[in-house]
């Protein structure tokens, strides 16, 4: 016959372990601004997006995860905006690389991943 130990109760002054509510980005999260197709383009800094749809994204491969980053850096309106001008895809990879160098990130990194 095994007994369980009963839970120890969590002190009233503590009611949680973490507040991921305080932490800060320990980086300035300035967005990267771009010129294409006669027009200014502006992502949001990838630490700043939110990384639940880029993990959807990225389980589809790395084009669609770049695709994926491309949209939630620019927000729904101005994706439907970039869809309309189209982009080459020799041109895709330089804006990755150049967005990624921007947000102080290594190739290959991925934004959870961050040095800083």
């Not at 999260?29 to 990384?51: C, K, M, N």
């Not at 994204?57 to 001008?85: C, I, S």
Request: net charge negative; proline share 5%; hydrophobic share 40%.
């Amino acid at each position: 016959m095994t007994t369980q130990k009963k839970a120890a109760r969590r002190p009233d002054d503590k009611p949680f372990d973490f507040n991921l509510d305080a932490v800060q980005s320990e980086v300035e999260l300035t967005p990267f601004v771009f010129q294409y197709s006669g027009r200014r383009w502006e992502f949001a800094h990838l630490q700043a997006l939110d990384i639940m749809p880029l993990m959807t994204a990225a389980q589809l491969g790395d084009a669609a995860a770049m695709v994926g980053a491309f949209r939630q850096a620019l927000g729904e309106d101005e994706w439907a905006e970039f869809q309309k001008v189209g982009l080459p895809q020799y041109k895709v990879e330089k804006l990755f690389e150049a967005y990624h160098a921007h947000c102080g990130m290594k190739p290959g990194e991925s934004a959870a991943s961050s040095d800083s």
